[in-house]
């Protein structure tokens, strides 16, 4: 069934409309506020299209971790500040190495929502 | 800051008492820019006396979100006054005022540059070497303001390892927001591991970078933006001005997306003396990456705390994960052997 009330879709058509009707006819300041609204616009219709990309990244928490209790997103992120800042991690172990991949993949997977084109560029 | 509708004509008062003269002001209109501070244009005429003419000023005062890292505006009149005594190419200071009776809040009073310092049209047009080595004698020109200037007393003493102090500050500001930021965390311990000790400390700009500075008709007329200046390592400046993340449309030209770095690095060496340690630069791109983060993560912190709604602040934070990518990939080419910007 075709859902009349789809969300991303009334977002992609409202994209549409203000890239091609409205941003070719503004100016100065207006025009620096329009396109602002449509970057986050498209932030937005990225993380629709993204879905849930906390579930991997608390599930990877856990296996480094290996917390006992609170197995909130933002404990676990805690948990893995404090440790770092605390030197639990030393450079070029396994740990840190294991570590480093996996904060890369989250900043990875932010990036293709925040700025999917930096990574294109040198 | 919302212009109270007698703020002209107290300005108009004030700057008539400093000249010794009728004076009128024209066209008083807010310049573009400025999230910190905020630039107010303006026509003077002075009819009488040694400044009798027509002047194009801007009055610099704070904005409503100044940040604390920042200096006053006196304090940075009087960074403006030194940089512009020792030759530097600033707007020439010509009053600062901290009567809050005049303007509402602290400002000060400099010459209006021409031309435009909009990073995102900047680095779109052809390369521009002879920017790029200008730049780089002007920031040695800076370098070579030391600690012991009475001048700029207010800056402080120098700090013991200008590395780890600015460590410390970033993770003061992180803890501030309450928030975990574990990859931010790994890119501070790495600079802390690899902390550069710091023999010879230099008045640092702290914000030279593409997007600060003024050009007209392809050549530079002013450095802008001293609210953040400092004693530090004359690196921390280079790192800032080559990282990455200010290189806007251009990430392929290492000189603030205008040129390569070389001709940055040549017109420094050419006004100093100085030679610059290429690998050095390495550690000060990742702090540069990793400062801009932190503060990426303030604005960010001041629109969904509530203290600021904004959709700008907003958005700044959506530059924090292309920096961690950033700072993480830098930390682990250089493990590998690989350090470059």
């Known amino acids: 069934m075709v859902d009349q009330l789809n969300g991303k879709a009334l977002l992609d058509i409202a994209m549409e409309t203000l890239k091609t009707n409205v941003v070719g006819q503004l100016q100065g300041d207006a025009k620096y506020q329009t396109l602002m609204v449509a970057s986050a616009m498209a932030i937005v219709q990225r993380q629709m299209d993204a879905g849930d990309i906390e579930i991997q990244e608390r599930n990877d928490l856990i296996s480094l971790l290996k917390p006992d209790g609170d197995k909130n997103l933002e404990t676990l992120n805690r948990q893995l500040a404090v440790k770092i800042r605390a030197g639990d991690f030393v450079e070029s172990s396994v740990d840190a190495r294991t570590m480093q991949d996996h904060l890369l993949n989250v900043a990875d997977i932010k990036l293709q929502i925040s700025n999917p084109g930096y990574k294109k560029i040198p | ?341």
Not at chain 2, 13 to 26: A, G
Not at chain 2, 114 to 131: D, S, V, W, Y
């Open chain 2, 1 to 341: 800051m919302g212009l109270r509708d007698d703020a002209v004509e107290k300005l108009q008062i004030f700057l008539s008492e400093h000249y010794q003269s009728s004076v009128k002001i024209k066209n008083f209109k807010k310049l573009s820019g400025g999230a910190i501070q905020e630039n107010w244009g303006f026509q003077l005429t002075v009819d009488e006396g040694p400044s009798k003419g027509i002047h194009n000023l801007v009055l610099r005062c704070d904005a409503p979100s100044s940040v604390s890292a920042s200096h006053s505006r006196a304090d940075e009149y009087r960074l403006l006054r030194t940089a512009f005594d020792a030759g530097v190419r600033v707007p020439k200071p010509y009053i600062v005022c901290t009567d809050h009776q005049i303007f509402g809040v602290d400002f000060f009073i400099m010459t209006r540059m021409a031309g435009i310092a909009h990073g995102h049209i900047m680095t779109r047009g052809p390369e521009n070497p002879e920017l790029a080595y200008d730049l780089g004698r002007q920031l040695a020109k800076i370098h070579s303001l030391k600690p012991g200037l009475e001048s700029l007393d207010f800056l402080g003493p120098e700090k013991g390892n200008p590395a780890l102090a600015l460590i410390k500050l970033y993770c003061r500001y992180l803890d501030e927001t309450g928030l975990p930021y574990p990859a931010l965390e790994w890119g501070l311990k790495w600079l802390e591991n690899h902390a550069p000790k710091t023999s010879d400390q230099v008045l640092c700009h702290r914000d030279f970078r593409t997007g600060n500075y003024m050009v007209d008709d392809g050549k530079l007329t002013a450095i802008l933006d001293w609210e953040f200046s400092g004693w530090g390592d004359r690196l921390e400046d280079i790192g800032w001005f080559t990282a990455r993340c200010w290189r806007f449309k251009s990430p392929e030209r290492s000189a603030g997306g205008i040129a390569d770095a070389e001709d940055f690095y040549q017109g420094y060496e050419d006004e100093s003396g100085y030679q610059i340690n290429k690998t050095a630069v390495f550690y000060w791109q990742v702090m540069a990456h990793v400062r801009w983060a932190v503060i990426a993560v303030q604005q960010n912190w001041r629109h969904v705390s509530g203290v600021e709604p904004s959709l700008e602040l907003a958005l700044t934070g959506h530059v924090v994960p292309e920096l961690e990518w950033q700072i993480l990939t830098m930390i682990k080419n250089a493990s590998k052997g690989v350090s470059h910007g």
